[in-house]
Nanobody, 116 residues
Framework: QVQFVESGGGLVQPGGSLRLSCAAS????????MSWYRQAPGKERELVAR????????TSADSMKGRFTISRDNAKNTVYLQMNSLKPEDTAVYYC?????????WGQGTQVTVSS
């Protein structure tokens, strides 16, 4: 049974930082690429960042480059998203995803709100 435990979301002021974590179980974590997506109210879900199964390759959306960093710890079956210099437009529900072997699995999402 695939499960994700996402944590680290919350309310933060503009310019602040948050670190999201997503602990996964129920599949062979180290063989799956992992990603973070986000969805703001009234908008489509969009890619934030993606990391290869080994962690050697990362990609991120242009609007988040230099501010957001994805990483993973295969020993802990966990993927992270470090978010710095947060802006109000970063407010969204953030979802972790696992991709591989023809499968796409999704976490339940964690709310990030950037507001003063």
């Amino acid at each position: 049974q695939v499960q994700f435990v996402e944590s680290g979301g919350g309310l933060v002021q503009p310019g602040g930082s948050l670190r999201l974590s997503c602990a996964a179980s129920g599949f062979t974590f180290s063989t799956y690429a992992m990603s973070w997506y986000r969805q703001a109210p009234g908008k489509e879900r969009e890619l934030v960042a993606r990391i290869s199964s080994s962690g050697g390759t990362t990609t991120s959306a242009d609007s988040m480059k230099g501010r957001f960093t994805i990483s993973r710890d295969n020993a802990k079956n966990t993927v992270y998203l470090q978010m710095n210099s947060l802006k109000p437009e970063d407010t969204a529900v953030y979802y972790c995803g696992a991709h591989g072997w023809g499968n796409n699995y999704w976490g339940q999402g964690t709310q990030v709100t950037v507001s003063s």
